[in-house]
């Protein structure tokens, strides 16, 4: 018996889950739509959108908790081996606060030392670059949801909302400007 891969395993469940979203879409669409009035209306119209994007949410999601439990298996890998480094170094229990100062100079200096061969290795780059890229797939995903939501509730979308305070933004610079030379001309002819 052959194992698929898993990305093949993802697709066709990936498919699967969009073809009954597909079916449940076409076979509730209709009596939702005449039932429903309002924002309540386009959110069914907008329902399989959603659906698409809870899927794809959920497959990187599993993707994020892979790359998040490795990052957090290399730290604890580095920490346990740092630790030994250092138990091996230090004297079984300090006598006096000096042998406590080169206790803790050893441990910075070997955990100092091991975190940052860590950090600079390409396992854990590539790994952490992984995570941060999931991330953001991640949060275009939501904002997609956002979107949708908002414009079933007929709401301005985050975009729209940005635009709005950018040109709020800049006419308050001209106004500022504007005031600004209308008291320097008012000051001028005072003066004269």
Known sequence: ??????????????????FWTDIIYLMSNKPQALASTGPMRAFAANSKKISAEMIEISQIMTEFNRHLAEYYKQLTETWATAQKKVNLKAPEIPQD???VDALKRIWIDIFDNDFTELFDSEKFGKNYGNLVSKELELTKHWNNITNVILQSANLPSKEEIDEAYKEIHSLKKRVGRLELHLKKRGMRKNAE
Do not use: R
Request: proline share 10%.
């Open 1 to 18: 018996m052959q194992s698929e891969p898993p990305k093949e395993i993802t697709d066709y469940y990936k498919h699967l889950a969009l």
């Open 97 to 99: 606060i000096e042998q």
